[in-house]
């Protein structure tokens, strides 16, 4: 059958998705034309987010390469001091508060407050005056400073998919106070040192932050990209999530809108209309996914194509399927097929001989395929003999539900409809008994355990890209007629961007 974080991304991370777009990608006039995929993130996941921006902001400071800062200046009496500040890094930093604001059809802006950082380094200085010998001397030093950040995150389309543009940042100092050698009281060195080194150093912490910053943003923006390319695609079957349209930013909500074409060797998916208008969703949730029932169709038909529709059952399965009731009428059915032979010398084996066809309607997903049944005995010293062999035509209702880290299917009403129908115990084909039997054998126990094979398929394919890792709450799989709503709320564990952050820089 088909085979099938929390991830503390932070608002450099998931909110990156959604921003407003530049003109780099062209896209065609009708705004909904090819989007099989929206997306859209609210407020309240926005603050949430929002949360984890002082990891973000640490990683920024810490990571941040500052360059030796040297210079000379002319003093009466002494002649002209030089002096070097040399390895200098992040000892320490607090934040004390970040806040987030969506601005509509422009950017995330996010301001983030009494920024508490520690320096420490080297500072060397000497003199070269008439009346002295060049001397030089080293201290180290620790610069303490309070500073606030301005950040306007927009992003560029580049070969449809976003890029990340953090480069509009600012740094407010409120305090930058030099001290050498652990003393905290005003010297004359010191103070001679912060009067005139102070204005440099705000430069670079300015320019070395904040291009730390645009480079974290544009790192987790094309993580986000591969993460959501990586969890869309299982071997050869894959989706198109490049952009179908210009990204929206409301007060309340961000949403992107993606194509959502299936890709697949030389299979070639065409969707040339789309169903979804903003009104589908509302703002009640933190997510929102919106999936169009051409894309469930397309996969279907990847998945048939790449042979994958197939289920073969032996053993105590086979025995479990045929002996649902005990019954004489069951036993008898059962001998005439089997002819004598034990469960574990036979096979069935189940594939569907054409694309499934997929519709979604209010009460659930349709499901119609073509599927052949052909159960097989091998006699111990015989040749193998075909027993049964049938073609029917399905049709089921399923509902669909996540809950505890799993994908639950729910099999409604069923139809099904013969259309081959061979079997060795009956060759003429006149005996009721035997089709009624596997008719009900089918709706009762069959179709349940084909859907019991794809739920842990399924749910083992979404845990390998890494959904199990997501604190998913109240998640709620919403069927309209073509499409399919999945929304939800979500929390994230403490040290997932941690170690992202650890491992790319």
Known sequence: ML??????????????????????????????????????????????????????????????????????????????????LTNIQVNDLSIEQSEVELKENDAIHIAIKNVTAFFKGTLTYGYAGAWFLQLFHSVDFEIESSIDLQINIKLMCQKDQVAADASDCYLTFHKLTLHLQGDKEPG????????????????????????????????????????????????????????????????????????????????????????????????????????????????ASAAFLDKRLGLTIRGEKLQALFEMEDTEAQRKVVQMIFQGTSYNDSVAKVWSLAHPQI??????????????????????????????YMEKEITVTIQAAYAEKKLILHPLDSRIEFKVFKCTADPSGNDPSIRNFLQTMISVVGIPEVISRIEPALTSLMNSKGLHLFEIRNPEIITREGYVIVQLDFSFPNHLLLDFLEKRL
């Open 3 to 84: 085979r099938a974080g929390r991830m503390r991304l932070g608002t450099f991370g998931i909110l990156l998705m959604f921003v407003h777009i530049s003109i780099a990608c062209e896209f065609g006039p009708f705004p909904y034309s090819i989007t099989g995929i929206v997306c859209r993130m609210t407020k309240p996941a926005a603050l949430l987010l929002n949360q984890e921006t002082a990891q973000v902001i640490q990683a920024a400071f810490r990571n941040a390469k500052f360059p030796n800062i040297t210079g000379e200046r002319s003093m009466r009496l002494l002649g002209k001091v030089a002096y070097g």
């Open 188 to 299: 004359w060195l010191k103070q001679l040192f912060t009067d005139f080194i102070s204005f440099t150093l705000k430069l670079v912490l300015k320019s070395e932050v904040c291009n730390e910053i645009n480079f974290l943003a544009q790192v987790l923006a094309n993580f986000v990209h591969d993460l959501a390319a990586n969890f869309v695609q299982d071997e050869d079957i894959r989706l198109d999530i490049s952009l179908a349209s210009v990204p929206l930013i409301k007060a309340n909500y961000l949403e992107s809108h993606h194509k959502g074409l299936v890709l697949y060797k030389n299979y070639s998916d065409v969707f040339s209309d789309s169903v979804f208008s903003p009104s589908l969703l509302t703002e009640s949730r933190m997510l929102y996914f919106w999936l169009s029932e051409h894309i469930l169709n397309s996969l």
């Open 359 to 388: 519709s979604v309607q209010p009460e659930g997903t349709v499901v119609k395929s073509l599927v052949a049944v052909e159960i097989s005995t091998f006699p111990p010293g015989e040749e193998p003999l075909m027993a049964l």
